[in-house]
């Protein structure tokens, strides 16, 4: 079953602007991570961010997460033209790892 | 060196043939994943291998059936395909099971359209 929601279902934005989405979940978690899909293409994984972390950051990528309010954001800094894809939440729990349904990201040169 | 691959890319089919598609990992993972992926993009997953053996098994249709022949190995056979079965087929692979950083690693997908 589907685990991870994230929102918006679609984002566009300018190049240099910051980008954010957001996940929401239901159930436990192990960690949450962030994939990125570019257009027929498999996921690539960007970051994990452990149950007991709160943030995390990775070159223009951080990521928090609240796991009182069961949630997470990816906040792409700076954004690019080649940052145009689809990103996807996945909760891990138990080696059990559920995507949401992910975020067409556009960003417009 | 490609990580995950599978084979075909693309698989066109009419309705009620039977066809498979393979997924190798060369990365020494323990674990290796079935999904599908519909026209909306939600990313579903349908099997889940550690050593060989199933640990997930989501409700799929019996006519899916996966096999292991090894740890490398994790193909997908399907019986009396189906219109609702055109989608775009990801497999994945994730280190030993229990692991802290239990990042998957997926291969480039198989389309799937069934006529």
């Known amino acids: 079953s589907q685990q991870g929601e994230e929102d918006p279902q679609a984002l566009s934005i300018q190049e240099g602007e910051n980008a954010t989405m957001n996940c929401s979940y239901k159930t436990s978690i192990n960690n949450l991570q962030w994939y990125r899909q570019n257009s027929g293409r498999g996921l690539v994984h960007l970051i994990l961010i452990r149950s007991n972390e709160r943030e995390k950051h990775s070159g223009r990528l951080r990521v928090t997460l609240d796991t009182s309010k069961k949630s997470s954001s990816l906040l792409i800094t700076a954004s690019r033209a080649a940052d145009t894809a689809s990103y996807f939440c996945?909760?891990?729990?138990?080696?059990?790892?559920?995507f949401g349904a992910g975020t067409r990201l556009t960003v417009k040169p | 060196d490609t990580a995950v691959s599978q084979t075909p890319k693309y698989l066109v089919t009419q309705m009620g043939n039977d066809k498979s598609i393979k997924c190798e990992q060369n990365?020494?993972?323990?674990?290796m994943y079935w999904y599908k992926q519909d026209s909306k993009k939600f990313l579903k997953i349908m099997f889940s291998?550690?050593?060989?053996?199933?640990?997930i098994n989501e409700t799929v249709p019996n006519r899916f059936s996966p096999k292991s022949p090894d740890k490398a190995h994790l193909n997908l056979h399907i019986n009396s395909l189906e219109l609702g079965d055109s989608a775009v087929y990801f497999c994945?692979?994730?280190?030993?099971?229990?692991?802290?950083?239990?990042?998957?690693?997926f291969g480039p997908g198989t389309r799937l359209t069934v006529l």
């Open positions: 291998y550690n050593n060989k053996e199933l640990i």
């Open positions: 996945a909760t891990d729990f138990n080696n059990d790892m559920r």
């Open positions: 990365l020494g993972h323990d674990t």
């Open positions: 994945a692979s994730s280190q030993v099971k229990g692991g802290p950083n239990n990042e998957q690693f």
